[in-house]
């Protein structure tokens, strides 16, 4: 055996225990051949690999390959990593599979920003390499727990790992609100909408509707209006043990809450809703130690040209 072919092996039978399950966006062209490359990368090196029954049909899978029936907590049993192809929603989808399980995600972002993925589609060759000496690391980010009561009853709860909007469904009509923060009353107006999110959800909505951008090692909640009439209507950025509430008015239109653009519910007038950190984190993988401040420039493209560093 020659020595390429005995180190392969050796590879093999060290990776023979470990599994990767992999989530991809199957509708996108660029995710299937993507999961062919991971999967065909990881399989070479003895790493076992688990997707989808609904997806399985749309892959070019290896026998070897295992399946699970439901994206539940019960399905990510054994793995060590859950990797995610596909752009935010995709990203999103996989982080609710992560939160549940307690299973690490590392994405790669095959959409258009993407701040939650760890690599891009040209990176998939490194990304199976560090999978397979495990050159990654583990972070935890925050995600809020959220209660709507109504009448004094508790009628949903819910998480986010980007953001709770509360908004309006009405064109025609603002959102009357009421702000609250650690049971005081803040401000109130008419808006189309408020944002409570996290550091990792202030790139997302928040920053959509004005909210200041917070590195993800800053743990806060904030709290942004969504075309708000009224002159104290700024972003409000708290501590992390801060309870966040957002009364909807009783002479106002119906609401809808979104939990990061994914799961949605009507609140009716005078509903009440509550947002605090949550009790479980999104555990995200990482492969390098880049800064925040470089993924920002990156992703957004900001123009940096004629900086010159500090002095030496």
Same mark, same amino acid.
């Given at each position: 055996?020659?020595?390429?072919?005995?180190?392969?092996?050796?590879?093999?039978? #060290?990776? !023979?225990?470990?599994?990767?399950? /992999?989530? &991809?966006?199957? *509708? $996108?062209?660029?995710?299937?051949?993507? @999961? +062919?490359?991971?999967?065909?990368?990881?399989?070479?090196?003895?790493?076992?690999?688990?997707?989808?029954?609904?997806?399985?049909?749309?892959?070019?899978?290896?026998?070897?390959?295992?399946?699970?029936?439901?994206?539940?907590?019960?399905?990510?049993?054994?793995?060590?990593?859950?990797?995610?192809?596909?752009?935010?929603?995709?990203?999103?989808?996989?982080?609710?599979? #992560?939160? !549940?399980?307690?299973?690490?995600? /590392?994405? &790669?972002?095959? *959409? $258009?920003?993407?701040?939650?993925?760890? @690599? +891009?589609?040209?990176?998939?060759?490194?990304?199976?390499?560090?999978?397979?000496?495990?050159?990654?690391?583990?972070?935890?980010?925050?995600?809020?727990?959220?209660?709507?009561?109504?009448?004094?009853?508790?009628?949903?709860?819910?998480?986010?790992?980007?953001?709770?909007?509360?908004?309006?469904?009405?064109?025609?009509?603002?959102?009357?609100?009421?702000?609250?923060?650690?049971?005081?009353?803040?401000?109130?107006?008419?808006?189309?909408?408020?944002?409570?999110?996290?550091?990792?959800?202030?790139?997302?909505?928040?920053?959509?509707?004005?909210?200041?951008?917070?590195?993800?090692?800053?743990?806060?909640?904030?709290?942004?209006?969504?075309?708000?009439?009224?002159?104290?209507?700024?972003?409000?950025?708290?501590?992390?043990?801060?309870?966040?509430?957002?009364?909807?008015?009783?002479?106002?239109?119906?609401?809808?809450?979104?939990?990061?653009?994914?799961?949605?519910?009507?609140?009716?007038?005078?509903?009440?809703?509550?947002?605090?950190?949550?009790?479980?984190?999104?555990?995200?993988?990482?492969?390098?130690?880049?800064?925040?401040?470089?993924?920002?420039?990156?992703?957004?493209?900001?123009?940096?040209?004629?900086?010159?560093?500090?002095?030496?």
């Amino acid at each position: 055996m020659r020595d390429g072919e005995r180190a392969l092996s050796e590879e093999r039978a #060290a990776n !023979a225990e470990r599994t990767v399950f /992999l989530l &991809v966006h199957t *509708g $996108r062209q660029a995710a299937i051949r993507s @999961a +062919e490359l991971v999967v065909n990368g990881l399989v070479r090196s003895g790493i076992g690999v688990r997707v989808l029954n609904s997806e399985a049909p749309d892959l070019p899978l290896p026998d070897s390959v295992q399946t699970a029936s439901e994206a539940i907590p019960d399905a990510l049993e054994g793995c060590e990593l859950l990797i995610v192809l596909g752009g935010d929603g995709t990203l999103l989808r996989g982080a609710a599979f #992560a939160r !549940a399980s307690g299973v690490p995600m /590392l994405g &790669v972002n095959l *959409g $258009r920003v993407g701040f939650l993925a760890e @690599a +891009e589609r040209d990176d998939l060759d490194k990304v199976v390499d560090r999978v397979v000496t495990r050159e990654y690391e583990v972070e935890e980010r925050m995600t809020i727990d959220v209660v709507v009561h109504s009448n004094g009853d508790v009628v949903h709860e819910d998480w986010a790992l980007n953001e709770a909007a509360v908004q309006k469904v009405s064109p025609e009509r603002m959102l009357e609100v009421v702000l609250e923060i650690d049971g005081r009353p803040v401000t109130g107006f008419g808006c189309d909408g408020i944002v409570c999110a996290t550091p990792t959800g202030s790139t997302a909505y928040a920053f959509s509707a004005g909210g200041p951008v917070v590195w993800p090692e800053v743990e806060a909640l904030l709290m942004v209006p969504i075309s708000a009439h009224a002159l104290f209507a700024k972003p409000l950025v708290t501590s992390p043990t801060t309870v966040l509430a957002v009364e909807v008015q009783q002479d106002t239109p119906n609401g809808v809450l979104w939990c990061d653009g994914r799961r949605t519910i009507e609140l009716p007038p005078g509903a009440r809703v509550e947002v605090r950190r949550g009790s479980v984190p999104v555990r995200l993988a990482r492969l390098h130690h880049a800064s925040f401040t470089d993924r920002l420039v990156a992703k957004f493209a900001l123009p940096v040209s004629g900086w010159r560093g500090a002095p030496h």
